[in-house]
């Protein structure tokens, strides 16, 4: 049964989108039944072009991923989500809507690579991406089929914590 994990940041704009993308590309290339996708609570509407130029320098590509609500996920119409990840500290303090499936919730931060200065962003963003990356490997690395809720969480919480 394939696992769902919902990204969230502010703006689903840079790190919930490069989350996703890393842990799509991730999961695919080690065979994990594991599927991403990211939202925001009050997303941009546009995916910040030093978070695609990152992706594309690493090989990954954009198929198609865009800013969109986090109202997408809610509702009988929605998957169940298995495990959200909040990655930015004003997504993480906000109240979120009810997701369907009762999954485990974590943060996950990373500081904004949008915030660095214009000569310093593009390489910001491949730091982030990077980090990203190998917190995505870690989650990937867990027996996620066989892991109870409260197993998974307190596997998530020492992840944050690397």
């Not at 996708?37 to 954009?62: D, K, M, V």
């Not at 980090?131 to 998974?152: D, T, V």
Request: glycine share 6%; proline share 6%.
């Amino acid at each position: 049964m394939t696992k769902n994990v919902l990204i969230l940041c502010t703006h689903n704009s840079a790190r919930s989108v490069l989350s996703e993308a890393m842990l799509n590309h991730w999961a695919k290339k080690l065979g994990k039944d594991v599927r991403a996708f990211s939202a925001g609570s009050s997303p941009s509407g546009r995916i910040n072009p030093f978070a695609l130029q990152a992706l594309e320098s690493a090989g990954i590509e954009n198929p198609g991923y865009r800013s969109k609500s986090w109202d997408e996920f809610v509702g009988p119409q929605a998957e169940p989500m298995h495990i959200v990840i909040t990655v930015c500290d004003s997504a993480a303090s906000e109240q979120c809507p009810y997701w369907s499936g009762s999954p485990v919730q974590v943060h996950w931060g990373y500081a904004d690579p949008s915030n660095a200065p214009e000569s310093e962003r593009a390489a910001a963003f491949e730091v982030t991406r990077q980090a990203i990356g190998y917190r995505m490997l870690q989650l990937l690395q867990l027996p996620l089929e066989k892991m109870n809720n409260q197993e998974l969480q307190a596997s998530l919480e020492t992840i944050s914590r690397n």
